[in-house]
């Protein structure tokens, strides 16, 4: 039976695939690369440059499709119809892959950004394509290193306070207000800079905000959110501009309200001491 493994190969840079990665792509005859068009080629470039840093040339094969487009519905709207049609389409250009690129006994794989249980459509894909019941195969799934992980490391913090909730969301649902109860927001999928409505707010927020986090054009800004937002938007506007392209996360902290836990919070916040190594 055919075999895909779905391969979390970490935020951008090679450093990040887990042994149990570099086990997986040693493992696997052809890597299916989707593209999402010009601007994010640059993507399968380091997916690319990720096979690269690992595998012996000649080894192996990668197939590129191009990923159907998505319907972005105005904000507000709901989204679930159009994410439901992508994904279909989706399992579409899947299905044809695995069905005329990968011979009855073959391995296959997906690399995915991150780690493919965070906001990724990889694992509802295949479920799709199996249901479908045109091609059948089984896989497995390589936990990676997620951005949520990689921003977390780069800004030598944690995300979780003493036995405080973190919540990890999107800029569509930060949009609709600051979680009541939680004081660590972490936040993907943002293409609004939702962070600014919170700056003008009075109430006291750190931000910890990474673009292309784990690649050679990293950028890491963290402080108060009030003197921070507007520097923010500065700096990825210019790197949106210069590159075409931008993936960006970032986490809202709340200080805290007691002396003991803002002692805490004192220790580790923004812009104390130098930058780590690396
Ligand atoms: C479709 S989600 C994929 C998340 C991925 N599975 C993970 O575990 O990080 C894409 C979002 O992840 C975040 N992201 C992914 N890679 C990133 C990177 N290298 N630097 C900053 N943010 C990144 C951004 O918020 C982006 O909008």
Redesign the pocket.
Known sequence: MRKIHVI?IG??DPDHLTLQAVKALRGTEVFFLLDKGEATSDLVRLRRDVLGAHLPEGTYRTVEALDPERDRPARGADYRPAVGAWRGARARVVERLIAEELGEDGTGAFL?????????STLGVLEEVLERGAVAFAYDVVP?V???S??AARHRTGLSRVARPVQITTGRRLAEGLPEGVDDVV????AHQTFQRYAGTGEEIDIYW??????PD?ILVSGPLAETAPRIVEVRAQARERKGWI???YLLRRRPRDSAERDAHERGAPGRGAPGPG
């Open positions: 979390g935020a951008g995915v950004w991150g780690d493919p249980a965070l906001y990724d990676g997620s951005s949520v990689c921003l936040v993907m999928l943002d990474g673009a292309y986090l784990g690649t990293e993936m960006d996360t």
